[in-house]
T-cell receptor, first 116, second 111 residues
Framework: DVKVTQSSRYLVKRTGEKVFLECVQD?????MFWYRQDPGLGLRLIYF???????EKGDIPEGYSVSREKKERFSLILESASTNQTSMYLC???????????????FGDGTRLSIL | GNSVTQMEGPVTLSEEAFLTINCTYT??????LFWYVQYPGEGLQLLLK?????DKGSNKGFEATYRKETTSFHLEKGSVQVSDSAVYFC??????????FGAGTRLFVKA
């Protein structure tokens, strides 16, 4: 069965810290995504990657960066954490090459991040 | 641009009631349509999908039909259970990478 694993379910960090959220998928998927989920705002795409070492900005990339050194792993980095980055972070992966696709996304269980 | 609009929640039903959650979309081309479900404390998981007009997706008693003429993909279930309490997301995917999600509809089912 498909598996997307996020390294932490809950994380508490301090303002100004550099924070790493890790995501690993075991499906050999080309595409990986990072979202944040906030009440009343739904899912918002932060960054995505369609291949190793490739990345593209989503809708809200400010304050974040990503790294994809291996196909199975996609890391989200908060360069200098701020309180407005307190949120639920969801990682997802999807098969299929760039272009028309009907493949669904597979999600991890999320990381609830609190910045104090 | 592409967008998904789904009914606001929360929706509260008694067990065995009929469920409808409305979803309409705006998209260029011929999108694939999805319903995802998020149970408390978990990520989203695919509930069902439809990839072309008039397709019906179904899973776990839930159904949705891809209606191109009304640009809709309403989710239905004939008899809900307490275990169906969750947040439901309608979504579309056109050519490219980005899946467009609706805002989500929270469903509460009372015993």
């Amino acid at each position: 069965d498909v598996k997307v694993t996020q390294s932490s379910r809950y994380l508490v960090k301090r303002t100004g810290e550099k924070v790493f959220l890790e995501c690993v998928q075991d499906m050999d998927h080309e595409n990986m995504f990072w979202y944040r989920q906030d009440p009343g705002l739904g899912l918002r795409l932060i960054y995505f990657s369609y291949d190793v070492k490739m990345k593209e900005k989503g809708d809200i990339p400010e304050g974040y960066s990503v790294s994809r050194e291996k196909k199975e792993r996609f890391s989200l980095i908060l360069e200098s954490a701020s309180t407005n980055q307190t949120s639920m972070y969801l990682c997802a992966s999807r098969g299929g090459r760039r272009g028309p696709s009907n493949q669904p996304q597979h999600f991890g269980d999320g990381t609830r991040l609190s910045i104090l | 641009g592409n967008s998904v609009t789904q009914m606001e929640g929360p929706v509260t039903l008694s067990e065995e009631a009929f469920l409808t959650i409305n979803c309409t979309y705006t998209a260029t081309g011929y999108p694939s349509l999805f319903w995802y479900v998020q149970y408390p404390g978990e990520g989203l998981q695919l509930l069902l999908k439809a990839t072309k007009a008039d397709d019906k997706g179904s899973n776990k008693g839930f159904e949705a039909t891809y209606r191109k003429e009304t640009t809709s993909f309403h989710l239905e279930k004939g008899s809900v259970q307490v275990s169906d309490s969750a947040v439901y997301f309608c979504a579309l995917l056109t050519g490219g990478f980005k899946t467009i999600f609706g805002a989500g509809t929270r469903l509460f089912v009372k015993a």
